[in-house]
């Protein structure tokens, strides 16, 4: 089953307020937590009882190679600014066109798939900077609800720091995730202003419009849709490596999910390895995530509890410092 990395195996713990606490348990004991440095040890998932709860293997502390820690930080979408339309350099008698190119169309990985999708406004004698603005944004939008609406958001609106001067914003939507169909990927785009003139017998491009991106688009660390996409790909290596093969014996579902879309984690990376012979010695690179729920930085204080665990078991050179709660 592939996973997200480089790495052979990767397991992951979801952790929140109810199992922060004592999830660093002793290898041999599920009930006792680790008190001596150097013990091998396992992270537990309390889920009630010890049948429903869930376990990592087991980690030798000589062979882990470094933790990593990532602070939770918000996906963002990227905007991008359509600006400087004034009543006094709007060209009467000609047609404004905004152009968005929406790279990977479809779903494909390709640059070169791309479909383009542009509003339309033709000016008349005495047309101010709000009608072309305005009329700009809705013919664009009406154009993007024939493509069902999702992708961007086209507004238009006065310059809040240039009295008279308006703007067309245009940003991505965030996409809808569904663990093992879809991702969830930020729409990517591009954007052009054109302003052709009536010429005859030959047109002209005089824009006259700058195109300025705002907001550089970012995934974020530790968001929803990472932590329902990454365990749906972790929980298949352990529970079922051949999806949906063995009808009608995994018929309906039996592999737990914790995970949520509307939640939020901090992530701590623990990169280990073990050794195996097969045929002969052999390092096996593993990697276990431990997502812990977060909310507020009051909340990182179930981040700090496991690292405090965690420092019990590999040392304090080993482990960052924890997270602000305040």
Known sequence: MSVFGTNQVEELIV?????????????????????????????????????????????????????????????????????????????ADATYILETRILEDGGALSSENFAIVSGYYQTGASDNAQTVAENLAASINTNLTRRGGDELEVIAQEDSDNAG??????????????????????????????IFTSGDPVSENV?????????????????????????????GFKYEPYRQTGYPADFGERIPFFASASNTYNVIHIKYFSDRQSPSVEKQNKVLTTLVERTDLASNSDTNLVLAELRLALGTGKVPADLDVA
Do not use: C, H, M
């Open 15 to 91: 952790l929140g307020s109810t199992n922060a606490e004592d999830s660093v348990r002793k290898a041999s004991v599920v009930a006792n937590t680790v008190d001596t440095e150097g013990e091998k040890f396992k992270l537990v998932q309390e889920e009630g009882d010890v049948l429903t709860s869930q376990f990592s293997d087991v980690i030798d502390p000589s062979k882990v190679e470094r933790v990593i820690l990532k602070e939770f930080s918000p996906a963002v979408e990227k905007s991008v600014k359509v600006g400087n339309f004034v009543d006094s350099t709007i060209v």
């Open 165 to 194: 001067e308006y703007e067309v914003i245009v940003t991505s939507k965030p996409q809808r995730v569904v663990a093992g169909k879809i991702v969830g990927r930020p729409i990517k785009f591009s954007v052009i202003n054109k």
């Open 207 to 235: 824009n006259n419009v700058n195109v300025e991106t705002v907001a550089l688009p970012s995934s974020g660390v530790g968001t929803g849709k990472y932590a329902v996409n990454l365990e749906w790909f972790t929980k």
